[in-house]
């Protein structure tokens, strides 16, 4: 293999490596955004359950 070739691999595996990074970024950010969605949910959820609790009083 000569010093061209071997830059070239060395290259694409950089961009592979990039790729890997940004995919990761992206699902720890999904992941965050879901964890968020569900513990607003479940907050209310509750309110509502406490508003109805209220209500029947």
């Not at 992941?31 to 569900?38: A, F, G, P, V």
């Amino acid at each position: 293999m000569n010093i061209n070739q071997v830059r070239e691999k060395l290259h694409l595996l950089i961009d592979e490596v990039d790729d890997i990074y940004v995919l990761n970024g992206l699902y720890r950010n999904l992941l965050s955004d879901k964890q968020q969605r569900e513990m607003y949910e479940k907050e209310q959820l509750e309110k509502a359950k406490k508003q109805g609790r209220a209500g029947q009083r």
